[in-house]
């Protein structure tokens, strides 16, 4: 059972444009959502993350937007630089009296120069 | 700086082995996790430990256990490896109760089962 859903599994964007990756979760239990960015040969490293009480967040060149009552969240690239290309996975988290951090299945994200 | 540190990059191991992944981290961290990598299914968690001596099945626990002795360490074991276990393994490590979600990966073991 895949409890966070993530889409497109691989991704093209010529250099300048913007990269979007949509993520969808079944659990209304979360209560954080990450994205993280995989370069080869690395482990995911925390990109940026949002609460469910905010619709948006940005950091530079990458927002997060969610939807609560679609239980829907995705994150923009904009401006894409062909340093991104990258893997990325969405993620949400819960308090279980542990922190428990279910991820997606990644997109491959390349940037054309 | 903050660290995640597994034993191997590399292992090569043969069916039936018992096999042991070691992750150590430097940050006092509450919470670690064990989680797979395959192609297309993105990262799967195995086995988290959110204090010394508690673990907590993930969703893929068959064929692995864990152990977690002390705060800093944790170690996944292949009790009786198989081909279908070949994959990436990472660590991470995440602060506790009022701390912060994110987690912290170290760079990966990437086991081959033959």
């Known amino acids: 059972q895949q409890q966070v859903k993530q889409s497109p599994q691989s991704l093209i964007v010529q250099k300048g444009g913007i990269s979007i990756i949509n993520c969808a979760y079944e659990?209304?239990?979360?209560?954080?959502f990450p994205w993280y960015q995989q370069f080869p040969g690395k482990g995911p490293a925390l990109l940026i993350a949002?609460?469910?009480?905010?619709s948006e967040k940005k950091e530079g060149r990458f927002t997060i937007s969610f939807n609560k009552s679609a239980k829907q969240f995705s994150l923009h690239i904009m401006d894409s630089q062909p340093g991104d290309s990258a893997t990325y996975f969405c993620?949400?988290?819960?308090?279980?009296?542990?922190?428990?951090?279910?991820f997606g299945a990644g997109t491959r994200l390349f940037v054309k120069a | 700086d903050v660290k995640v540190t597994q034993s191997s990059r590399y292992l090569v191991k043969r069916t039936g082995e018992k096999v042991f992944l070691e992750c150590v981290q430097d940050?006092?961290?509450?919470?670690m996790f064990w989680y797979r990598q395959d192609p297309g299914l993105g990262l799967r968690l195995i086995y988290f430990?959110?204090?010394?001596?508690?673990?907590e099945k993930g969703d893929i626990p068959e064929g692995y256990s864990v152990s977690r002795e002390k705060k800093e360490r944790f170690s996944l074991i292949l009790e009786s490896a198989s081909t279908n276990q070949t994959s990436m393994y990472l660590c991470?490590?995440?602060?506790?109760?009022?701390?912060?979600?994110?987690?912290?990966f170290g760079q990966g073991t990437r086991l081959t089962v033959v």
């Open positions: 659990n209304t239990a979360f209560d954080y």
């Open positions: 949002i609460r469910p009480d905010v």
């Open positions: 991470a490590s995440s602060p506790g109760a009022g701390g912060t979600f994110e987690a912290f």
């Open positions: 993620a949400a988290s819960l308090n279980t009296g542990g922190f428990k951090t279910i």
């Open positions: 940050m006092d961290h509450e919470n």
């Open positions: 430990s959110y204090d010394v001596k508690m673990k």
